[in-house]
């Protein structure tokens, strides 16, 4: 019953979880204890298996070409993606700048916190547009660990629920298989509940059989088709 599952969009399927990772809201407004869109913060930590520990922060505007490159990673972002060194992204910094202005979006990154320069901060101290990127000890730029966007839609639907809409999960090759990805999910959702979502819906290619695999560990289950149509 809906009182008993939550819905999920994976691969192009509908999958269905335990009600218990959502408390149920039916209010679509998002808490006033969010962080405001110009904040720059450590949400949470991560500690893996390896014992390397993490922050989940805001992205800022210098994160855009690390996160460019990891959205390249694999076949199929090669395919699609711009190349961050070689390639005009203005278009893609134009996304980030109207992702960050708006309330109902949420761009995170993973910060190594042995590396980072990022400290812990209140919602108001600074603008993620100027926030420092991550450098190792010889100033060089370092890659972040992963990345993922939320997107909190209203909807009337289901007693006005408030739905996040789960996009562009991304860890780098280096930490994958550390269980670094299932964390950052796992945090992802806690945003998602602390904001006040009952329900988290998202899509991953079909022939993204890994990522299946991933999702369904996480306890996700088939339950629909989804379909997309290209506009342009």
Not at 14 to 43: E, K
Not at 58 to 84: F, Y
Not at 137 to 157: E, H, K, M, R, W
Not at 206 to 213: C, L, S, V
Request: hydrophobic share 35%; net charge positive; aromatic share 4%.
């Amino acid at each position: 019953s809906l009182s008993t599952r939550i819905i999920f969009m994976i691969g192009g399927r509908w999958l269905r979880v335990p009600s218990l990772l959502f408390r149920s809201m039916s209010s679509q407004t998002i808490s006033s204890s969010s962080p405001s869109s110009s904040s720059a913060m450590i949400l949470s930590s991560i500690t893996t298996r390896k014992g390397d520990t993490f922050h989940v922060c805001r992205a800022s505007t210098n994160d855009v070409p690390s996160i460019v490159k990891l959205l390249r990673d694999d076949p199929i972002g090669a395919a699609r993606e711009p190349d961050a060194l070689k390639d005009d992204i203005s278009a893609v910094q134009d996304a980030f700048h109207a992702i960050d202005k708006d309330p109902n979006q949420l761009l995170l990154v993973l910060r190594d916190a042995s590396s980072s320069s990022t400290s812990l901060s209140s919602p108001s101290s600074s603008s993620s547009t100027s926030s420092p990127s991550q450098t190792n000890s010889n100033g060089d730029i370092v890659d972040v660990a992963g990345t993922l966007q939320l997107t909190f839609i209203p909807g009337l639907s289901r007693g006005g629920m408030l739905r996040a809409q789960i996009e562009a999960v991304r860890v780098r090759a280096d930490e994958r298989g550390t269980g670094l990805g299932s964390l950052f999910v796992e945090k992802a959702l806690d945003e998602c509940r602390k904001r006040g979502a009952g329900m988290a819906q998202l899509t991953t290619d079909k022939r993204r059989e890994d990522a299946h695999r991933f999702y369904e560990k996480l306890g996700f289950v088939a339950s629909h088709e989804g379909m997309k149509l290209p506009l342009l």
